[in-house]
C-alpha cells in the first residue's frame, strides 16, 4: 500500500508534510529530511491509533513534490 505524502516549503522557509487520505496528519519541521522523518512518525502514530500492524518504508524524490510510503498494512488480529 503506497500513501502519498505532499511535502512544500512553507514562506517562514519551514516544511510541512501532509497527508490528504489521513485526515489530520500533518507536520511542520525545520528542514526537509526532518519533515520526512516526522511524517513517517506521523504516519505510523496515525495507522497506530486505528490498530493496523503496519511496515512504512519511505520511497521519496526530491525534484518531485510528492513522496510515497510504502506501506503493508494488516489488520491485527485480537
Avoid at 501532509?18 to 507536520?27: E, R, T, W
Amino acid at each position: 500500500m503506497k500513501i502519498p505524502v505532499r511535502i512544500s516549503q512553507t514562506k517562514d522557509n519551514k516544511y510541512r508534510a501532509a497527508c490528504q487520505s489521513l485526515p489530520g496528519c500533518v507536520i511542520t519541521a525545520e528542514s526537509y529530511e526532518d519533515a520526512e522523518a516526522q511524517v513517517q512518525q506521523a504516519v505510523e502514530g496515525y495507522l497506530a491509533s486505528l490498530n493496523v500492524v503496519h511496515t512504512v518504508k519511505l520511497e521519496t524524490d526530491r525534484n518531485s513534490k510528492l513522496s510515497e510510503f510504502d506501506i503493508p498494512v494488516s489488520r491485527e488480529e485480537t
